[in-house]
């Protein structure tokens, strides 16, 4: 099957500073990739849709601002949390769409946990 | 808008006994219906998923689901639960023709199979 990572698995930084969040389809290209949040014991949260070549979609309430999304190309897009505090820890996820078509299932990659301290 | 709802936050089984995973939804349109698993600090796993066709649907690791349209309900089921199958699991939706392929995920159902 499809394979999505991501990178780092694990990350702690300090308050006030920015973290870099990759994630990569290594065996198929992928025109469109979601990004998710998910917060302990609750369901996934769409943050933002990532095309590449064109500027990602946020979902309402999301600061397009303090999480930077950038689809520099088909098997490649980065989140990054700027000036991040301690209510940004989370559990982020990335996820891949292979074929653009809703009946196709997306490919989710293993996940980044941020602590901000 | 779409939604999904699993009414259950915690189903607890014994290995063995057969499981059954409860999810319903909205949608306007045909409804495209998916089920993942969650491992600890782990992505999402696909399940298997309902397009169009058979209402039950084969997926992998013995589970299957069955699409009831008239309930709007897509339940996930295994006839013989396994400890392995311990995890966290999401039902998710989106449809047709809508130009937006957004999955919609319900809170995610927690299965315990005790030994």
């Known amino acids: 099957g499809a394979v999505v990572s991501q990178h780092p698995s694990r990350v702690i930084c300090k308050s006030g500073t920015s973290v870099k969040i990759e994630c990569r389809s290594l065996?198929?290209?992928?025109?469109?990739m979601f990004w998710y949040r998910q917060f302990p014991k609750k369901s996934l949260m769409l943050m933002a849709t990532?095309?590449?070549?064109?500027?990602?979609?946020?979902e309402q309430g999301v600061e397009k601002d303090k999480f930077l999304i950038n689809h520099a190309s088909l098997t490649l897009s980065t989140l990054t949390v700027t000036s991040a505090h301690p209510e940004d820890s989370s559990f982020y996820i990335c996820s891949a769409d292979p074929t653009s078509a809703p009946e196709v299932e997306q490919f989710f990659g293993p996940g980044t946990r941020l602590t901000v301290l | 808008a779409q939604s999904v709802a699993q009414p259950e936050d915690q189903v607890n089984v014994a290995e063995g006994n057969p499981l059954t995973v409860k999810c319903t939804y909205s949608?306007?349109?045909?409804?495209?219906l998916f089920w993942y698993v969650q491992y600890p600090n782990r992505g999402l796993q696909f399940l298997l998923k309902?397009?169009?066709?058979?209402?039950l649907v084969k997926g992998s690791y013995g589970f299957e689901a069955e699409f009831n349209k008239s309930q709007t309900s897509f339940h996930l089921k295994k006839p013989s639960a396994l400890v392995s199958d311990s995890a966290l699991y999401f039902c998710?939706?989106?449809?047709?023709?809508?130009?937006?392929?957004?999955?919609?995920f319900g809170k995610g159902t927690k299965l315990s199979v005790i030994p």
């Open positions: 309902y397009i169009t066709g058979d209402n």
């Open positions: 998710a939706v989106t449809h047709s023709g809508a130009g937006s392929y957004q999955l919609t």
């Open positions: 949608v306007s349109g045909n409804p495209y």
């Open positions: 990532s095309n590449e070549g064109s500027k990602a979609t946020y």
């Open positions: 065996d198929f290209q992928a025109t469109t």
